[in-house]
């Protein structure tokens, strides 16, 4: 199977169709920063086509009104579609952003999976919701109906599960979709849709459009859409909020995060190495959730500090198609300026770097060393800012009070860990932590179980049966009781 490199269409109304417009954006690959591949910038025009398609298979299509169930098989179609694309989807996909293959390896799995999950979820739309009158003078009958048109905005850390995460309970509920994927990742996506289009999906109840920020914005704002879900930054997710609170207009945002692992003194160190970088590093720190402040007591802290740097010091770094390799670049020339920038601020306020610390001149590419920054204080920018790069910093704390005190102490709410030998003492610490997910001795998303952030990390959840209620509005329908 082949992939996609220069192409000139959008998807649109079940069928590749050429844009209406002449600009154009290249795909640069991270890793030796030539241009392999580019996407034509949607027109209005485009857009205008994608949502009236939307609108039509929503209002009018065949799609809402199946049952749930047999919606659902048609999930189960996307997700074997999807893991016959494996391969190429992967390849595509370590081109586009430099995530090692070894992690986009796994992406169509993952997405596979997530349809099959939410594909589960049929009975809880089929099953009838009668609610009797607390007064007894009647009953109601709770309908759970499609949201409808539905703008799906995804970053480009996560390209492909972050897409289906949004996609499969759309899809579900019985929802019309417009896909704009990140400007920096626009082709991976494209088995996604191909893969649905080959599993029957009718035409026009998924579209892709490619652009800028100002495509996405326009999809945001446009007034065939009913529902927004987006995952990304912060300050863009505050834009989005802004707009939909203006349209009152539904709107799920996955944002930021700089979440803390708390290492207690009873740690154990070989599993505290064994988990550190999946969950504080994973995907060359290109994750939201990660908890890239790693918080340890006086008493461990130089012998903490110095398991980090061993550990993260002897993880590869290199070609992102080698297996082996653990970090690779950087996905843009932007964010790789970015991460460079904090590290110098890192220096100047008084951190130390244990390890990394700099930028590769060996080689093309935005490769930046997996980077240790130890003594950092709760008030340098590093532990304050999302940094979105191969950094950790160490900090120290007294107590096992003052460690959840900074660990709250941020603006964001999305992730976090505490590492412990004694489960019950690292439940209560978790109990304490402010954040939306918490893990013990290790962190990972589970389909069934929400996923969202509170602070300034977003609005509402994904995954589980309450992210499939982020694409369902409720009718009441009050009747009287047989006498």
């Known amino acids: 199977m082949i992939g996609w490199t220069h192409v000139d269409d959008h998807f649109i109304d079940g069928a590749w169709v050429p844009s209406t417009g002449s600009e154009r954006i290249g ?17 209005r025009d485009d857009l205008d086509a994608a949502v009236a398609a939307a609108r039509r298979a929503f209002d009018s299509g065949p799609w809402p009104g199946l049952r749930p169930s047999e919606r659902a098989d048609v999930l189960r179609r996307i997700a074997d579609a999807i893991e016959k694309r494996a391969e190429p989807l992967a390849i595509t996909n370590t081109r586009e952003n430099g995530s090692p293959i070894s992690e986009t390896g796994g992406a169509a799995a993952n997405a596979a999976a997530i349809f099959r999950y939410f594909a589960s979820l049929a009975p809880e739309l089929e099953r009838e919701d009668v609610r009797p009158f607390p007064s007894g003078i009647g009953e109601t009958l ?35 979709t417009v896909i704009k994927p990140a400007e920096a990742t626009p082709l991976s996506i494209r088995f996604v849709v191909e893969a649905a289009a080959e599993a029957g999906v009718p035409p026009g109840v998924v579209n892709l459009v490619t652009g800028t920020g100002l495509t996405g914005d326009a999809l945001v704002r446009h007034p065939g859409v009913d529902k927004v879900a987006f995952t990304g930054s912060t300050d863009v997710g505050r834009r989005i909020a802004a707009a939909c609170g203006e349209l009152l207009r539904p709107v799920t945002l996955e944002l930021g995060g700089k979440s803390a ?13 064994q988990a550190l970088i999946r969950s504080c590093m994973r995907n060359t720190g290109q994750t939201c959730y990660i908890s890239t402040r790693i918080l340890a007591s006086d008493t461990r802290y130089d012998e903490i500090v110095d398991r980090v740097t061993r550990t993260i010091a002897a993880a590869p770094q290199g070609d992102p198609f080698d297996p082996d390799t653990v970090f690779g670049p950087v996905a843009t020339r932007r964010q790789f300026e970015t991460v460079s920038g904090f590290i110098e601020s890192a220096r100047a306020e008084g951190a130390r770097v244990t390890t990394g610390g700099r930028a590769r001149t060996d080689r093309p590419g935005f490769f930046i060393e997996p980077t240790v920054l130890a003594d950092v204080t709760p008030q340098m920018r590093v532990a304050r800012e999302e940094i979105f790069g191969p950094v950790v910093t160490v900090q120290r704390y007294g107590d096992v009070d003052e460690a959840i005190r900074i660990a709250n102490a941020t603006d964001f709410g999305l992730g976090g860990i505490v590492f412990s030998s004694d489960p019950h003492k690292a439940q209560t610490v978790a109990e304490r932590i402010d954040t939306g997910s918490v893990g013990i001795n290790f962190f990972a998303s589970n389909h069934a179980a929400p996923f ?16 499939l209620a982020q694409y369902i509005t409720y009718k009441s329908i009050h009747r009287r009781t047989p006498a």
């Open 27 to 43: 795909i640069i690959d991270p890793a030796t920063e030539e241009m392999w591949g580019s996407v034509p910038a949607a027109t």
């Open 142 to 176: 709770v309908r759970r109906e499609a949201i409808g048109v539905c703008a799906l905005i995804a970053p480009w850390n996560f390209p492909i599960n972050l897409v289906a995460i949004k996609l499969a309970p759309a899809l579900l509920a019985g929802c019309a």
């Open 452 to 467: 969202g952030g509170r602070h300034d990390s977003g609005l509402g959840v994904e995954y589980g049966v309450e992210g």
């Open 261 to 273: 692992a708390i290492v207690l003194d009873d740690v154990d160190l070989d599993h505290f190495s």
